[in-house]
């Protein structure tokens, strides 16, 4: 009778430890444990970076961590846009210099002297022997100049005669509106040394432009006396002077 009492304690004491067994196993089974829970939530939060995986199972703060990107997001955006607007400003205002500038040269310039701004007039002279002199009144509004010496024409002829090289002045002549240049005309050799003489009726006087004998506009219809004006293969004109005297040197 002794020896059962005794195990009847130990007996009750092994059944109360696995009824305590069989609940924990239960418990985990049914499991809504911190780690579990932990492990499903961070995929949705970040699933390239491994480092917020880890965080994310400690503490369920997901939604602190997706802020933070949005606003790295925002920054990068504000910092494209400055960029595009300063390039604008500086193409402009590199136009705007260069158009003022051509304008006031051009202005300032001497024009040709031709048929279009001038008067010309032809007058046969008693000395020298043989001479004419062509008057250039400027009737225009501008200066103009007048380079070289005048290129005549009686009626159809087809050759152009030259100009005395020593009469060619330091200075190209340039005339301010109202006043006048002079070239004087050998028509034909005192000494009759010239050939095909004949009379010409109607006289046409070309201007030279700036380089020699290129077009230098519109020509002049000169006004001749009715019996003509007689000239040979001698005729000559001078460059143009200042004044009558030295035109009629030559």
Known sequence: MRTFRATLPRTGLLASTVALTALTLTACQNGTGTQDEGRATTPAASSPDRSTAAQGTEAPGTGSDSGSSVAHGSNAA????????????????????????????SDTAPVLCNGANTRVTAQEVSRPLNH?????????????????????????????????????????????????????????????????????????????????????GPTAIVSLPAKGVYYDSTLTATYWQTNAADALTW
């Open 132 to 216: 004419m002199l062509i008057t250039v009144k400027n009737t225009g509004s501008r200066t103009c100049s007048l380079p070289y010496y005048p290129v005549l024409r009686f009626d159809e002829m087809q050759w152009a005669p030259g100009g005395f090289e020593e009469s060619r002045p330091q200075a190209v002549v340039t005339l301010a509106p109202g006043e006048s240049g002079y070239a004087g005309v050998r028509l034909s050799s005192a000494d009759g040394s010239g050939e095909n003489g004949t009379t010409g009726h109607r006289l046409t006087v070309l201007f030279q432009g700036r380089t020699p004998h290129s077009d230098g």
């Open 78 to 105: 504000s910092h494209t846009g400055t960029g595009t607007g300063t390039g604008k400003g500086k193409g402009s205002t590199g136009g705007a210099t260069g158009s003022g500038t051509a304008r006031g040269t």
